[in-house]
């Protein structure tokens, strides 16, 4: 007799979603992790950075205000206020995640390392503990690069960037992706120079478009970007006596000098020290190998969820709102026995800077690639009665569009893009027509406005043709 129905492996969002629902339903549980409850998004990552950023938006509030005819001065940031409001968000959601919580719904906390002794069996705590399933849960952390002198020059993650007492005089940041922007924007909007090195472009899974109205937002703040630029090394700054600092020197041999270095390059899934062969688990660089449905190929007992899932023919994904839909994935299928599978159709993206930067399905690009013959729609943000009210300057809304109306994605860049992104999805994920975005009746004024008008737009050229015109001539003569 096994000594438990399920083992859960990692407390953070997919962990705590799949432990919570299978005690709920009467299963014996145990839940597994050797951090901290809540994982990364509670601890290091969306709660942690979306309050930081929203300070740094209520100083650019402070800054931009004599546009609309409030006049104050710069903005005093007090860092350490700024520092006990990061903690507190963090503080106040962690009851949700905590293990007391969870032990009052009859799981079983163990806090622990876990790795696996047998297909059906994991030690932790010095307890080998057998299951009739497994989740594997267990996340991802940070890719540290290999990059020549990285290890005498100290350097940050998301996990300890918000451990910083002081404000960084000169952050540079590896990587221009969202947790490099993110970071880039706040901390600039705090009074840090910053400085943004990517290989690529940044915001470079993104449509063009959208990026580029980004890009110059940023520049216009004076955050610093780099593109196209390969980072060759970095050296202590040996010209800042007294004070740490470093200097990264780029392949054609720029050097820039700094007092932090943030490592925002990617995600990597946690597999060391789980022992996978010893559990007859597959696995890829990106994860844990599973069908559709998140089931390990090669261990019918075990399942993973989250960042470490590697879906055959589909991919990881590094969200938080990507572990919550295979959380009830997974309930469908292992618990209910019902079919189901992951799809990323219409999953939606944001990058939290303001103006945040959202994309729902395929950019124009992809949709491309695929032979979709996509039809780009779009509508200016600042057109809107409502931006026009509020003095709003940069946004964009993008629809990507099948030649009979299908809505294959859009993309958003705008104050609170994310909001907006939930309608996209809707209609991606429930295949209905570009004609239900068309017709919908909003209130005004809203921001929203601007995704009606990109979809009416596709409309226009039938509904105001020869043809139309002549038919409503007749028409206009009937009694």
Same mark, same amino acid.
């Given at each position: ?19 919570a ?11 597994? +992790?050797?951090? *901290?409850m809540?994982?990364?998004? &509670?601890?290091? $990552?969306?709660? %942690?950075?979306?309050?930081?950023? =929203?300070? @740094? ?10 546009r609309?005819?409030?006049?104050v001065?710069e ?33 079983e ?29 267990a ?17 940050l ?5 918000? +451990?910083?007492? *002081?404000?960084?005089?000169?952050? &540079?940041?590896? $990587?221009?992706? %969202?947790?490099?922007?993110?970071? =880039?924007? @706040?901390?600039?909007r ?44 970095v ?9 740490t ?20 390059v ?17 696995a890829t660089?990106?994860g ?82 695929q ?17 026009v ?36 999805g ?43 015109k ?8 009937l009694?």
């Open positions: 007799m096994p000594d438990f129905d399920l083992v859960v492996i990692g407390a953070g969002a997919a962990g705590l979603s799949t432990a629902v299978s005690a709920a339903l009467g299963l014996k549980v145990a839940l597994i +992790e050797r951090a *901290e809540g994982g990364d998004c &509670l601890n290091w $990552g969306c709660v %942690p950075s979306k309050a930081l950023l =929203a300070t @740094a938006h209520a100083a650019q509030a402070v800054r931009e205000a004599g609309l005819g409030i006049r001065g903005p005093e940031v007090d860092w350490a206020a700024v520092r006990a409001h990061v903690r507190g968000a963090i503080a106040h959601i962690a009851p949700t995640d905590s293990e007391a919580r969870f032990r009052g719904m009859g799981v906390v163990i806090r622990a390392s876990a790795h696996f002794t047998a297909p059906d069996e994991v030690e932790a705590a010095g307890r080998r503990i057998t299951f009739r399933r497994c989740v594997i849960a996340g991802s952390a940070a890719v540290v690069p290999d990059i020549p002198g990285l290890g005498p020059v100290p350097w993650t998301n996990e300890t960037i918000f +451990e910083l007492e *002081e404000k960084p005089e000169h952050l &540079l940041i590896l $990587g221009g992706g %969202p947790i490099g922007l993110e970071m =880039a924007q @706040a901390h600039r705090l009074g840090c120079r910053v400085t943004v090195i990517e290989a690529g472009r940044i915001a470079g899974r993104d449509d063009p478009e959208l990026a580029e109205g980004l890009r110059r937002v940023l520049l216009r703040e004076g955050v610093e970007l780099r593109e196209g630029a390969t980072l060759a090394r050296e202590p700054d040996r010209a800042a006596p007294g004070r600092g470093l200097v990264a020197v780029l392949e054609d041999g720029t050097r820039i000098p700094g007092s932090h270095l943030l490592l925002a990617g995600r990597a899934p946690r597999l060391a020290g789980l022992d996978l062969v010893a559990g007859g688990i597959a660089p990106k844990i190998k599973t069908d559709a449905g998140l089931r390990s190929v090669s261990n019918r007992r075990v399942w993973a969820v989250g960042d470490i899932a590697d879906p055959q023919g589909i991919g990881p994904r590094a969200f938080t709102h990507v572990a919550s839909q295979h959380a009830g994935v997974l309930a469908r299928r292992m618990l209910f026995r019902l079919p189901a599978k992951v799809d990323y159709a219409a999953l939606p993206r944001v990058t939290y800077t303001g103006p945040e930067l959202a994309q729902v399905g395929m950019t124009e690009a992809e949709a491309r690639e032979g979709l013959d996509p039809r780009p729609y779009r509508f200016p943000l600042p057109e809107t009665d409502r931006a009210a509020e003095g709003i300057e940069d946004g964009l809304v993008k629809l990507v569009v099948s030649p009979k109306g299908r809505l294959l994605g859009a993309g958003v860049l705008g104050p609170h893009a994310g909001e907006m992104a939930g309608i996209f809707l209609m991606i994920g429930r295949k209905l027509p570009l004609s239900a975005l068309a017709g919908l009746v909003l209130p005004y004024p809203t921001l929203a406005e601007a995704a009606k008008r990109a979809a009416g737009d596709f409309y226009a050229p039938k509904f105001l043709s020869g043809t139309a002549r038919l409503v001539g007749l028409l206009w003569r009694p």
